[in-house]
């Protein structure tokens, strides 16, 4: 007798994504998905759709949702969670949008210990628009606006968020993952488990997680390569593991 | 077979990243496109243990995972060699 171990989660809407073949977003949706339906809190979660290729989450995740401007999530969700305490309010963002336009107002909400969750994707280039450089951008990587690859001269250093807002004492939790192979993603998948059951308790801070994803497209890479790349390359930049808490 | 996996072809994009981390090597890109144009992976299912790596890396949620209940059912350690008797 067979039985089913691992299928699509119930908060995952069942449609096709917009995404890229190989596109990390579609993984993160799933274990976001599969963390609400693990702690039950599909009814009360409200969750924040970014500017970015996931600007259309809301259509793929079967939670209530809203779009905010860009890089705005964090200061709609302090809104959100100081009128609706009791709500679960989580807010996705990808690098462009916490790390470009977004950054004061991630800095200034773990700055003010905002009892929020924050799942950022981290891709190293801006998908949507066309492959600019972000800046999160490895030094000599090629991107559109960086034709002969990123120099530190000109274009500064790839700016690690997580390092930035762990020093900050009202951020509670930091964690770094890759979607790369299935162990790290079994390990993401326990860092998101773990934001979310701090804003569940109460929690009194703002927990990140940050999830290294592949952009194939972007990179002009097959998604087995992109992945090799990302293991190879981002992780020497981007280090893995618990920053806080 | 202990072990079955499904795959959603309308929902796969055939990116492969179930090919590669497949420790069988049961799972090939399919020769028929499917309504959105991509080529779907699809599984040969022989020797599956439905260990779910390929389900877990997905990043289409297209695959599901069946296993033998038998499998479920057997504590690990029983199976595990017993190393505390060891000297």
């Given at each position: 007798m ?5 299928t ?5 809407k ?6 890229c ?7 993160a949706?799933?274990?976001i998905a ?7 809190i ?8 970014p ?8 259509d ?19 809104g959100?969670?100081r009128?609706n305490p009791?709500k679960i309010?989580?807010?996705y ?12 107002e991630?800095?200034h909400a ?5 009892q ?5 994707i981290n ?7 066309g492959?600019?450089?972000a800046?999160t ?9 960086t034709p ?26 930091i ?6 192979n ?7 998948k326990?860092?998101?488990k773990h934001a979310?059951?701090?804003q569940?308790?109460?929690a ?8 290294l994803?592949p952009?194939?497209t972007?990179?002009?890479m ?5 992945i090799?790349w ?8 981007f280090?893995l593991?618990r920053?806080?808490g | ?10 929902r ?12 069988k090597?049961?799972?090939?890109i399919s020769?028929q496109?499917?309504?959105?144009g991509?080529?779907?992976a ?6 599956c243990t439905?260990?779910a ?12 995972v069946?296993?033998?209940?038998n499998i479920?059912d057997?504590?690990y ?6 190393l505390?008797g060891?000297k």
């Open positions: 067979m039985q089913k171990v691992f699509k989660p119930e908060a995952l069942d449609c096709q994504t917009h995404y073949p190989g596109c990390g977003h579609g993984i949706h799933r274990l599969e963390t609400i339906d693990e702690l039950g599909r009814g009360r979660t409200i969750g924040i759709a500017v970015g290729c996931s600007v259309l989450a809301y793929y995740l079967d939670v209530d949702m809203v779009e905010v401007a860009h890089g705005r999530a964090p200061a709609v969700a302090t959100m969670k009128t009791d309010i989580f807010s963002q990808g690098d462009g949008d916490l790390a470009a336009i977004g950054t004061s991630i800095i773990a700055h003010r210990g905002e929020i969750t924050v799942i950022f891709n190293a280039v801006f998908g949507m628009t492959g600019q450089m800046p951008t490895l030094l000599e990587q090629v991107t559109t606006t002969l690859g990123r120099d530190a001269g000109k274009q500064g250093y790839p700016l690690q968020v997580s390092e930035l807002l762990a020093i900050l004492p009202g951020a509670i939790y964690e770094r993952c890759a979607l790369s299935p162990a790290q993603v079994r390990k993401a326990k860092a998101i979310f059951e701090l569940l308790n109460n009194q801070g703002l927990s990140l997680v940050e999830l994803s952009c194939p972007y990179w002009r097959t998604p087995a390569k992109a090799e990302m293991e190879n390359e981002m992780i020497k930049i280090p593991g920053l806080k | 077979m202990a072990g079955k996996i499904i795959i959603n072809a309308e796969c994009k055939g990116c492969g990243l179930c090919i590669t981390v497949c420790p090597g049961g799972i090939t020769k496109s499917n309504k959105s991509y080529f779907p699809q599984a040969s299912n022989t020797d439905g260990c790596t390929c389900a877990i890396i997905c990043p289409d949620a297209a695959i599901e069946y296993r033998e209940n479920l057997k504590p350690k029983k199976t595990a060699p017993n505390k060891k």
